[in-house]
């Protein structure tokens, strides 16, 4: 069974630190591009970022980028993300996806992490 | 970036009605839109990629048609469990965009 499992969300206070981790199991990790999708309370979903099978490449959405950093551990079969210089835009539910192969969409999701910026 | 638009952005249906969302894309993106099932405090479950290929396990009362800019996702028959938000998602190129949700309510 495919289980995607997010850890690390927590309170931090504005231009802090956090790093999330997705550890993935009961599929071959190193062969499926993942990515990460957040969600604002009560807001639509975003996608922030994705890395390829074997860490070489990675996206980012133009609200993060060069302050978050995404990266894998494939034989620990688990993706990260280290984000920095936080903001209370950045408040939001976080999962990790897996990119299906063929396409960027996403078959399996993680239950998410909640990250929250505040003073 | 490639902008999404869903319409309605949100819906009153009965158990039993044909429900149809919409998703409009700001540029052509081919058959590269996927559509989303997201219910309250979970994650979303992926309905239909490649605009219309049903994914496994998905009853078949889903269905996604159209190609380039325009799109439906369709509920033949509404069911209680389909009550949900739904979400467009283009695929065609980075940066990767969801359209903004349609909710589907109880009438």
């Known amino acids: 069974e495919v289980q995607l499992v997010e850890s690390g969300g927590g309170l931090v206070q504005p231009g802090g630190s956090l790093r999330l981790s997705c550890a993935a199991s009961?599929?071959?990790?190193?062969?499926?591009?993942m990515h990460w999708v957040r969600q604002a309370p009560g807001k639509g979903l975003v996608w922030v970022s994705r890395?390829?099978?074997?860490?070489?490449?990675?996206n980012y959405a133009d609200s993060v980028k060069g302050r978050f950093t995404i990266s894998r551990d494939n034989p620990k079969n688990t993706l990260y993300l280290q984000m920095n210089s936080l903001r209370a835009e950045d408040t939001a539910i976080y999962y990790c996806?897996?990119?299906?192969?063929?396409?960027?969409?996403?078959?399996?999701w993680g239950q998410g992490t909640l990250v929250t910026v505040s003073s | 970036d490639i902008q999404m638009t869903q319409s309605p952005s949100s819906l009153s249906a009965s158990v039993g009605d044909r429900v149809t969302i919409t998703c409009r894309a700001s540029?052509?993106?081919?058959?590269?839109l996927n559509w989303y099932q997201q219910k309250p405090g979970k994650a979303p479950n992926l309905l239909i990629y490649?605009?219309?290929s049903l994914q496994s396990g998905v009853p078949s009362r889903f269905s996604g048609s159209g190609s380039g800019t325009d799109f439906t996702l369709t509920i033949s028959s509404l069911q209680p469990e389909d009550f949900a938000t739904y979400y467009c998602?283009?695929?065609?190129?980075?940066?990767?965009?969801f359209g903004g949700g349609t909710k589907v309510e109880i009438k």
């Open positions: 996806a897996r990119g299906e192969v063929g396409g960027s969409y996403y078959g399996y």
């Open positions: 009961g599929f071959t990790f190193s062969n499926y591009w």
């Open positions: 890395i390829n099978s074997d860490g070489s490449g990675t």
């Open positions: 540029q052509n993106i081919d058959y590269y």
């Open positions: 490649s605009a219309s």
């Open positions: 998602q283009q695929s065609y190129r980075i940066p990767l965009t």
